[in-house]
T-cell receptor, first 110, second 115 residues
Framework: QKEVEQNSGPLSVPEGAIASLNCTYSDRGSQSFFWYRQYSGKSPELIMF????GDKEDGRFTAQLNKASQYVSLLIRDSQPSDSATYLC??????????FGAGTRLFVKA | GAGVSQSPSNKVTEKGKDVELRCDPISGHTALYWYRQSLGQGLEFLIY????????KSGLPSDRFSAERTGGSVSTLTIQRTQQEDSAVYLC?????????????FGPGTRLLVL
C-alpha cells in the first residue's frame, strides 16, 4: 500500500513564529509532491509543489524535499492566524494518481 | 473563468438507493480526479481520467462504485446500493493533464449522507 504519512497535530504556534510541517512517503517512485491547505468546510487549495531535491521558496512558504529520506516538509514563516488550517501533503505515484496524507492541523495563536 | 463545479452540493439518500454525482471540470482540463473525504480525514483517491479514459481505477472502494467521463468534460460518479459508510464529501478536481506536476483545482464537493 503506497502511503503518505503526516502527524495529525494539532500543531500550535504563536503568531509570527515558524510553523514546520512534515510528511513522509513510502513509494520511492513518487515524482511530484504537493502541499495543499484546507480550511474547515472548504476544498483544498494548492500552496506549493516541489519535485527536485532541495528547497523551494514562495513568499512565506518554503517546501523541502529529500528523496533519499523520502521526506517532504513545509515551513511557514511569520505565521498568521489566517494560516490556521489543515495542511495536506500529497504525492503523485504512477502517472497522475495522487495520494494524500491525512493532514496536519495547524493553529496559529494571536 | 469558471472553476470546477459539482452537483448536487448536498445529497441525502436512504440506504440501498443509487446516487449519481456530477463534476464539471475547468474548460480545457483533460485530467479529472475523484476523491472521497470522510469527516476529519484526508482525501482518499478514487479514480482519475485522462480524457475519457480511466487508467487507474484501483481506488474505487467496491464494485458498487463506477465513474465515467464523456466528451472529455463532464464526469459522473455513481454509487449503487448506497451504504451508510459511503457518507462522506466527494471531491472532484481537474488539471491541465500534461504532466503529473500540475496543480489540481478542486470543486466545492458533494456532501453525501446515507441514512
Amino acid at each position: 500500500q503506497k502511503e503518505v504519512e503526516q502527524n495529525s497535530g494539532p500543531l500550535s504556534v504563536p503568531e509570527g513564529a515558524i510553523a514546520s510541517l512534515n510528511c513522509t512517503y513510502s513509494d520511492r517512485g513518487s515524482q511530484s509532491f504537493f502541499w495543499y491547505r484546507q480550511y474547515s468546510g472548504k476544498s483544498p487549495e494548492l500552496i506549493m509543489f516541489i519535485y527536485s531535491n532541495g528547497d523551494k521558496e514562495d513568499g512565506r512558504f518554503t517546501a523541502q524535499l529529500n528523496k533519499a529520506s523520502q521526506y517532504v516538509s513545509l515551513l511557514i514563516r511569520d505565521s498568521q492566524p489566517s494560516d490556521s488550517a489543515t495542511y495536506l501533503c500529497a504525492a503523485t505515484t504512477g502517472g497522475f494518481k495522487t495520494i494524500f496524507g491525512a493532514g496536519t492541523r495547524l493553529f496559529v495563536k494571536a | 473563468g469558471a472553476g470546477v463545479s459539482q452537483s448536487p452540493s448536498n445529497k441525502v439518500t436512504e440506504k440501498g438507493k443509487d446516487v449519481e454525482l456530477r463534476c464539471d471540470p475547468i474548460s480545457g482540463h483533460t485530467a479529472l480526479y475523484w476523491y472521497r473525504q470522510s469527516l476529519g480525514q484526508g482525501l482518499e483517491f478514487l479514480i482519475y481520467f485522462q480524457g475519457n479514459s480511466a487508467p487507474d481505477k484501483s481506488g474505487l472502494p467496491s464494485d458498487r462504485f463506477s465513474a465515467e467521463r464523456t466528451g472529455g468534460s463532464v464526469s459522473t460518479l455513481t454509487i449503487q446500493r448506497t451504504q451508510q459508510e459511503d457518507s462522506a464529501v466527494y471531491l472532484c478536481a481537474s488539471s491541465l493533464g500534461g504532466t503529473s506536476q500540475e496543480t489540481q483545482y478542486f470543486g466545492p464537493g458533494t456532501r453525501l449522507l446515507v441514512l
